[in-house]
């Protein structure tokens, strides 16, 4: 079984910084690409950023120089380092990403997610 689970999450000024990271585990044969998505109250959910497992990086205009994505294949974990925040940032943030199993074969990808972690930035 496949798990994806963040943690960094907190309370943080407007301005501060804090890093979050996603740890996968279970049986995996390989990672594809990675994102973060977040979900603010009464908002939809969005993506945040995203990076192959290349590298190649994405991120969503409103994180853009503020926000950088990083993967560390040997650990299957993904972060995002979150810098110059600002009150808007205030989410539930989780992680995905697209795996193959043993259960589906090791050509076939699923998105996994993880349960989230709460960021709040206070103005």
């Known amino acids: 079984q496949v798990q994806l689970v963040e943690s960094g999450g907190g309370l943080v000024q407007a301005g501060g910084s804090l890093r979050l990271s996603c740890a996968a585990s279970g049986s995996i044969f390989s990672i594809s690409a990675m994102h973060w998505y977040r979900q603010a109250p009464g908002k939809q959910r969005e993506l945040v950023a995203g990076?192959?497992?290349?590298?190649?990086?994405n991120y969503a205009d409103s994180v853009k120089g503020r926000f950088t994505i990083s993967r560390d294949n040997a650990k299957n974990t993904v972060y995002l380092q979150m810098n110059s925040l600002k009150p808007e940032d205030t989410a539930v943030y989780y992680c995905?990403?697209?795996?193959?199993?043993?259960?589906?074969?090791?050509?076939?990808?699923?998105?996994?997610w993880g349960q989230g972690t709460q960021v709040t930035v206070s103005s």
């Open positions: 990076i192959t497992s290349g590298g190649v990086t």
């Open positions: 995905s990403g697209e795996m193959a199993t043993p259960s589906r074969g090791p050509s076939y990808f699923s998105d996994y």
